[in-house]
Protein backbone atom coordinates (compact mmCIF):
# COMPACT_ATOMS: atom_id res chain seq x y z
CA UNK A 1 0.00 0.00 0.00
CA UNK A 2 0.88 3.75 -0.79
CA UNK A 3 2.34 5.98 2.31
CA UNK A 4 3.87 9.25 2.62
CA UNK A 5 5.78 10.19 5.42
CA UNK A 6 7.01 13.45 6.84
CA UNK A 7 9.59 13.04 9.12
CA UNK A 8 9.55 16.92 10.13
CA UNK A 9 6.38 17.71 12.66
CA UNK A 10 7.36 21.09 13.11
CA UNK A 11 10.01 23.24 11.55
CA UNK A 12 11.06 27.13 12.23
CA UNK A 13 12.71 29.20 9.90
CA UNK A 14 13.88 32.91 9.98
CA UNK A 15 11.99 35.11 7.13
CA UNK A 16 14.32 35.18 4.31
CA UNK A 17 15.98 31.96 4.75
CA UNK A 18 15.93 28.58 2.84
CA UNK A 19 13.47 26.05 3.26
CA UNK A 20 13.24 22.61 2.57
CA UNK A 21 10.62 20.04 4.03
CA UNK A 22 11.44 16.40 3.57
CA UNK A 23 8.72 14.14 2.30
CA UNK A 24 9.59 9.95 1.60
CA UNK A 25 7.02 7.96 0.19
CA UNK A 26 6.27 4.04 -0.13
CA UNK A 27 5.11 2.51 -3.93
CA UNK A 28 6.02 0.53 -6.42
CA UNK A 29 5.54 2.41 -9.53
CA UNK A 30 6.16 5.94 -10.09
CA UNK A 31 3.79 7.73 -7.66
CA UNK A 32 1.65 10.77 -8.22
CA UNK A 33 3.08 12.98 -5.57
CA UNK A 34 1.94 16.60 -4.36
CA UNK A 35 2.07 19.16 -1.90
CA UNK A 36 -0.60 21.28 0.15
CA UNK A 37 -0.42 24.00 2.30
CA UNK A 38 -2.72 24.75 5.03
CA UNK A 39 -3.53 27.74 6.66
CA UNK A 40 -5.12 28.20 10.29
CA UNK A 41 -8.77 27.53 10.02
CA UNK A 42 -8.77 26.62 6.29
CA UNK A 43 -8.36 24.34 3.64
CA UNK A 44 -6.08 22.92 1.39
CA UNK A 45 -4.59 24.59 -1.17
CA UNK A 46 -2.27 22.70 -4.08
CA UNK A 47 0.98 24.34 -4.03
CA UNK A 48 2.42 21.50 -6.98
CA UNK A 49 2.20 18.11 -8.69
CA UNK A 50 4.31 15.61 -9.81
CA UNK A 51 3.39 13.25 -12.66
CA UNK A 52 5.95 12.16 -14.74
CA UNK A 53 9.31 14.06 -16.44
CA UNK A 54 11.17 16.61 -15.45
CA UNK A 55 11.70 15.65 -12.07
CA UNK A 56 11.90 19.36 -10.76
CA UNK A 57 8.36 20.62 -10.68
CA UNK A 58 8.15 23.88 -10.01
CA UNK A 59 4.78 25.48 -8.15
CA UNK A 60 2.66 28.71 -6.97
CA UNK A 61 4.55 30.82 -4.51
CA UNK A 62 7.90 30.44 -5.12
CA UNK A 63 8.19 27.03 -4.42
CA UNK A 64 9.79 24.26 -5.77
CA UNK A 65 9.64 20.34 -4.97
CA UNK A 66 12.11 17.52 -6.52
CA UNK A 67 11.55 14.11 -7.08
CA UNK A 68 14.53 11.35 -6.13
CA UNK A 69 13.60 8.01 -7.25
CA UNK A 70 16.82 6.50 -5.63
CA UNK A 71 16.21 7.67 -2.08
CA UNK A 72 12.06 7.89 -2.22
CA UNK A 73 11.84 11.26 -1.42
CA UNK A 74 10.09 14.90 -3.14
CA UNK A 75 11.09 17.36 -0.34
CA UNK A 76 9.53 20.68 -1.21
CA UNK A 77 12.10 23.95 -1.22
CA UNK A 78 12.02 27.70 -1.45
CA UNK A 79 14.83 29.69 -1.46
CA UNK A 80 13.51 32.52 0.66
CA UNK A 81 10.58 32.24 3.04
CA UNK A 82 8.35 34.99 3.60
CA UNK A 83 6.45 35.41 6.74
CA UNK A 84 3.34 34.46 4.80
CA UNK A 85 4.22 31.23 4.59
CA UNK A 86 3.99 29.90 8.37
CA UNK A 87 1.28 27.43 7.44
CA UNK A 88 1.26 23.60 8.02
CA UNK A 89 2.31 21.77 4.20
CA UNK A 90 0.85 18.38 3.69
CA UNK A 91 2.69 16.00 1.10
CA UNK A 92 0.62 13.34 -0.65
CA UNK A 93 0.33 10.27 -3.02
CA UNK A 94 -2.30 8.66 -5.29
CA UNK A 95 -3.20 6.42 -7.26
CA UNK A 96 -7.06 6.10 -9.52
CA UNK A 97 -9.14 8.49 -7.23
CA UNK A 98 -7.68 8.47 -3.69
CA UNK A 99 -5.29 10.39 -2.29
CA UNK A 100 -2.69 9.29 0.51
CA UNK A 101 -1.80 12.32 2.91
CA UNK A 102 1.49 12.51 5.46
CA UNK A 103 0.51 13.83 8.35
CA UNK A 104 2.15 17.39 7.61
CA UNK A 105 4.49 19.50 8.79
CA UNK A 106 4.05 22.80 10.50
CA UNK A 107 6.25 26.22 9.49
CA UNK A 108 7.26 28.71 12.19
CA UNK A 109 8.69 31.56 10.71
CA UNK A 110 10.41 33.95 12.32
CA UNK A 111 11.28 37.63 11.96
CA UNK B 1 -13.68 27.76 -13.75
CA UNK B 2 -14.51 24.95 -10.79
CA UNK B 3 -15.29 25.95 -6.81
CA UNK B 4 -16.30 24.12 -4.22
CA UNK B 5 -18.81 25.41 -1.28
CA UNK B 6 -18.84 24.01 2.28
CA UNK B 7 -21.34 25.06 4.65
CA UNK B 8 -21.78 25.80 7.40
CA UNK B 9 -18.09 27.14 8.02
CA UNK B 10 -18.67 26.81 12.02
CA UNK B 11 -21.31 24.52 14.04
CA UNK B 12 -21.59 23.48 17.38
CA UNK B 13 -24.00 20.62 18.53
CA UNK B 14 -24.77 18.95 21.92
CA UNK B 15 -23.67 15.35 21.81
CA UNK B 16 -26.70 12.87 20.36
CA UNK B 17 -28.20 15.56 18.07
CA UNK B 18 -28.51 14.88 13.69
CA UNK B 19 -25.49 16.60 11.92
CA UNK B 20 -25.68 17.49 7.94
CA UNK B 21 -22.99 18.98 6.62
CA UNK B 22 -23.33 20.02 2.49
CA UNK B 23 -20.97 20.76 0.06
CA UNK B 24 -21.67 21.50 -3.78
CA UNK B 25 -19.15 21.95 -6.53
CA UNK B 26 -19.35 24.29 -9.33
CA UNK B 27 -18.16 24.27 -13.14
CA UNK B 28 -17.58 20.70 -13.36
CA UNK B 29 -19.69 17.39 -14.67
CA UNK B 30 -19.15 13.80 -12.62
CA UNK B 31 -16.63 14.71 -10.35
CA UNK B 32 -14.91 12.49 -7.83
CA UNK B 33 -16.12 13.54 -4.28
CA UNK B 34 -14.25 13.42 -0.75
CA UNK B 35 -15.26 13.75 3.05
CA UNK B 36 -12.44 13.91 5.00
CA UNK B 37 -11.85 14.70 8.74
CA UNK B 38 -8.93 16.51 10.48
CA UNK B 39 -8.83 16.19 14.19
CA UNK B 40 -6.47 18.85 16.17
CA UNK B 41 -2.87 18.22 15.22
CA UNK B 42 -3.21 15.63 12.90
CA UNK B 43 -3.29 14.56 9.40
CA UNK B 44 -6.41 14.19 7.26
CA UNK B 45 -8.37 11.35 7.56
CA UNK B 46 -10.53 10.26 4.31
CA UNK B 47 -13.97 9.35 5.95
CA UNK B 48 -15.62 8.67 2.47
CA UNK B 49 -15.38 9.17 -1.28
CA UNK B 50 -17.42 8.96 -4.43
CA UNK B 51 -17.39 8.44 -7.60
CA UNK B 52 -20.57 9.28 -9.14
CA UNK B 53 -24.53 9.54 -8.20
CA UNK B 54 -25.78 7.21 -5.28
CA UNK B 55 -22.27 5.43 -5.01
CA UNK B 56 -20.85 5.69 -1.80
CA UNK B 57 -17.54 4.25 -0.54
CA UNK B 58 -16.52 4.35 3.12
CA UNK B 59 -12.91 4.01 4.60
CA UNK B 60 -13.55 3.68 8.10
CA UNK B 61 -15.87 2.46 10.65
CA UNK B 62 -17.87 5.05 12.38
CA UNK B 63 -20.66 6.88 13.16
CA UNK B 64 -21.39 9.24 10.19
CA UNK B 65 -22.79 8.13 6.49
CA UNK B 66 -22.34 10.16 3.33
CA UNK B 67 -24.99 10.49 0.35
CA UNK B 68 -24.46 12.18 -3.10
CA UNK B 69 -27.89 12.84 -4.45
CA UNK B 70 -26.93 15.04 -7.15
CA UNK B 71 -23.79 15.25 -9.11
CA UNK B 72 -22.51 17.63 -7.39
CA UNK B 73 -23.56 17.79 -4.25
CA UNK B 74 -22.49 15.52 -1.44
CA UNK B 75 -23.84 15.09 1.94
CA UNK B 76 -22.03 14.47 5.52
CA UNK B 77 -24.83 13.12 8.30
CA UNK B 78 -25.15 11.49 11.68
CA UNK B 79 -28.25 10.36 13.45
CA UNK B 80 -26.48 11.00 16.54
CA UNK B 81 -23.46 12.43 16.98
CA UNK B 82 -20.82 11.73 19.83
CA UNK B 83 -18.08 13.26 21.50
CA UNK B 84 -15.55 11.92 19.25
CA UNK B 85 -16.99 13.43 16.22
CA UNK B 86 -15.53 16.91 16.82
CA UNK B 87 -12.97 18.06 14.31
CA UNK B 88 -12.57 19.57 11.14
CA UNK B 89 -14.25 18.63 8.20
CA UNK B 90 -13.41 19.27 4.45
CA UNK B 91 -15.20 18.17 1.40
CA UNK B 92 -12.68 18.04 -1.81
CA UNK B 93 -13.17 17.02 -5.31
CA UNK B 94 -11.13 15.83 -8.02
CA UNK B 95 -11.26 15.24 -11.73
CA UNK B 96 -12.54 11.74 -12.77
CA UNK B 97 -10.38 11.09 -15.77
CA UNK B 98 -7.72 8.37 -14.38
CA UNK B 99 -5.16 8.11 -11.37
CA UNK B 100 -3.47 10.69 -10.47
CA UNK B 101 -5.40 13.88 -10.46
CA UNK B 102 -5.14 16.25 -7.77
CA UNK B 103 -8.00 17.44 -5.28
CA UNK B 104 -9.32 20.40 -4.37
CA UNK B 105 -10.10 21.42 -1.29
CA UNK B 106 -13.31 23.63 0.43
CA UNK B 107 -12.52 25.86 3.14
CA UNK B 108 -13.95 23.28 5.56
CA UNK B 109 -16.34 23.43 8.33
CA UNK B 110 -15.52 23.56 12.11
CA UNK B 111 -17.63 20.80 14.40
CA UNK B 112 -17.36 21.03 18.05
CA UNK B 113 -19.42 18.92 20.06
CA UNK B 114 -20.80 20.05 23.46
Known amino acids: AQSVTQPDIHITVSEGASLELRCNYS??????LFWYVQSPGQGLQLLLK??????LVQGIKGFEAEFKRSQSSFNLRKPSVHWSDAAEYFC?????????FGTGTRLQVTL | SQTIHQWPATLVQPVGSPLSLECTVE??????LYWYRQAAGRGLQLLFY??????ISSEVPQNLSASRPQDRQFILSSKKLLLSDSGFYLC?????????????FGDGTRLSIL
Open chain 2, 92 to 104: AWSLDTGGGQPQH
Open chain 1, 27 to 32: YGATPY
Open chain 1, 50 to 55: YFSGDT
Open chain 1, 92 to 100: ATGTASKLT
Open chain 2, 27 to 32: GTSNPN
Open chain 2, 50 to 55: SVGIGQ
